[in-house]
C-alpha cells in the first residue's frame, strides 16, 4: 500500500510560519518535496536552486535554505554542488517576509527547470551535473560533465543531472531543460 500523506499547504503555497513540520517531506506522483524556510535576504525564485544554508547545526542543515547568492562562494564548484538542497515549487520570499517565507522545494524526481545555457553544446551533454551557484538567482548553472571519483565511492551524493535540453547551442542565456533531482 502506498504511504498516504496529508498536507495543509498546498506545493505552490507561501506561508509566513511554520505550517507544516520544517524540514519534512512529502512524496506525491513519484516526486518528493521539502517543507523549508527561506533563511537568506534574497527570495528564491520558482524552478531555480535552493542551497542549504551555511551552518554548524546540524538539525537546520536541511530545514533553512537560501538563494545561491546567499550561500557563500559561488566559483567553487565541488561546494556549490554539496550545496543544493533542491528546487523551489514558487517564488518564496526573503527571510520575515510578510507573502511568506516558508515554502516547498522539491528534492527528488524529475523537473523542468531554468537553466543557464553554455556556449557550447559539447558542455551539455544528458547525464552531466549541474552546478547550482550562479550570478543570477533565477536559473541554474549549466551543467558540468562530472568528475570521475578514481573508482572510488560517487562524489556527489547530491546532484541535479541533466536529462535533456530543449536546445543545444547559443550564447549563455536562461532556457528551460529537464533534470533529475536527487537532493535527499
Known amino acids: 500500500?502506498?504511504?498516504?500523506?496529508?498536507?495543509?499547504v498546498p506545493l505552490n503555497a507561501l506561508r509566513t510560519s511554520d505550517a507544516e513540520v520544517i524540514g519534512s517531506l512529502y512524496p506525491h506522483k513519484g516526486k518528493i518535496y521539502r517543507w523549508v524556510k527561506n533563511a537568506g535576504d534574497t527570495a528564491l525564485v520558482g524552478t531555480a536552486p535552493a542551497l542549504t544554508?551555511?551552518?554548524s547545526a546540524i538539525g537546520s542543515i536541511n530545514n533553512r535554505v537560501v538563494a545561491p547568492s546567499g550561500a557563500g562562494p559561488s566559483t567553487?564548484?565541488?561546494a556549490s554542488i554539496l550545496n543544493i538542497a533542491g528546487a523551489a515549487m514558487t517564488a518564496v520570499g526573503p527571510s520575515g517576509s510578510d507573502t511568506g517565507d516558508?515554502?516547498?522545494?522539491q528534492v527528488k524526481g524529475?523537473?523542468?527547470v531554468s537553466m543557464t545555457?553554455?556556449?557550447?553544446?559539447?558542455d551539455q551533454l544528458v547525464g552531466a551535473i549541474s552546478v547550482a551557484t550562479d550570478a543570477v538567482d533565477s536559473a541554474w548553472a549549466r551543467s558540468v560533465?562530472?568528475?570521475d571519483s578514481g573508482g572510488l565511492a560517487p562524489m556527489h551524493t547530491k546532484r541535479v543531472q541533466l536529462v535533456r535540453l530543449h536546445a543545444t547551442t547559443g550564447a549563455a542565456t536562461a532556457y528551460?531543460?529537464?533534470?533529475?533531482?536527487?537532493c535527499l
Open 1 to 8: 500500500m502506498a504511504d498516504k500523506r496529508l498536507i495543509n
Open 53 to 55: 544554508l551555511p551552518t
Open 76 to 78: 567553487a564548484a565541488s
Open 102 to 105: 516558508h515554502g516547498w522545494i
Open 110 to 112: 524529475l523537473k523542468k
Open 117 to 122: 545555457q553554455s556556449a557550447t553544446a559539447s
Open 145 to 147: 560533465v562530472p568528475v
Open 176 to 182: 528551460s531543460a529537464y533534470v533529475d533531482i536527487q
